[in-house]
T-cell receptor
Framework: DGGITQSPKYLFRKEGQNVTLSCEQN?????MYWYRQDPGQGLRLIYY???????QKGDIAEGYSVSREKKESFPLTVTSAQKNPTAFYLC????????????FGNGTRLTVT | RKEVEQDPGPFNVPEGATVAFNCTYS??????FFWYRQDCRKEPKLLMS???SGNEDGRFTAQLNRASQYISLLIRDSKLSDSATYLC?????????????FGSGTRLQVQP
């Protein structure tokens, strides 16, 4: 079945450590996205990529980095510069045309202590 | 003003009730619209796209009002399983940023 896989589901890290969240899709979608969600809040866009080897900052890119070396993969690194990294991170993809909706992975819940 | 606004709720309704949510958007160039459902601690899942002429899927009806810049979601005969947060999503294409913008969500609690 086609879909988006995020791993791990839960991740615990000590403050000051970088951590990379994995996102893989086999839907053949060009566009991929990372969102962050805090308790009781909506989704905020961190980074997005419309094509391999290209990506753009979203609304809250500070303290994060991404790469898009392959169409299927869009990993997100949460660096030690991110002041409040504890959150629910959601990866999504879509066909980059018209009215196509977003398809989400099942998320990674990151806790930094 | 936020680009996409929703009443956060919660809407507490009895089973069988009809409930309606609105979502307003600020950019008149917005071109596509969606409703997503999100259960607690899970990822959002597409409920329905919203078409200009309005569309229906079983107990759910979505409508778009471009003149007043809002979309709506109507749920008829609500079930306990409809309890979730409903997210309004808008695609704004002329900002140079081709990404979808989410509202903060409206929480629905259907009670027995």
């Amino acid at each position: 079945d086609g879909g988006i896989t995020q791993s791990p589901k839960y991740l615990f890290r000590k403050e000051g450590q970088n951590v990379t969240l994995s996102c893989e899709q086999n839907l053949n979608h060009d566009a991929m996205y990372w969102y962050r969600q805090d308790p009781g809040q909506g989704l905020r866009l961190i980074y997005y990529s419309q094509i391999v080897n290209d990506f753009q900052k979203g609304d809250i890119a500070e303290g994060y980095s991404v790469s898009r070396e392959k169409k299927e993969s869009f990993p997100l690194t949460v660096t030690s510069a991110q002041k409040n990294p504890t959150a629910f991170y959601l990866c999504a993809s879509r066909e980059d045309i018209g009215n196509s909706p977003l398809h989400f992975g099942n998320g990674t819940r990151l806790t930094v202590t | 003003r936020k680009e996409v606004e929703q009443d956060p709720g919660p809407f507490n309704v009895p089973e069988g009730a009809t409930v309606a949510f609105n979502c307003t958007y600020s950019n008149s160039a917005s071109q596509s619209f969606f409703w997503y459902r999100q259960d607690c601690r899970k990822e959002p899942k597409l409920l329905m796209s919203v078409y200009s002429s309005g569309n229906e899927d079983g107990r759910f009806t979505a409508q778009l009002n471009r003149a007043s810049q809002y979309i709506s979601l109507l749920i008829r005969d609500s079930k306990l399983s409809d309890s979730a947060t409903y997210l309004c999503v808008v695609n704004i294409k002329n900002t140079g940023r081709r990404a979808l913008t989410f509202g903060s969500g409206t929480r629905l609690q259907v009670q027995p």
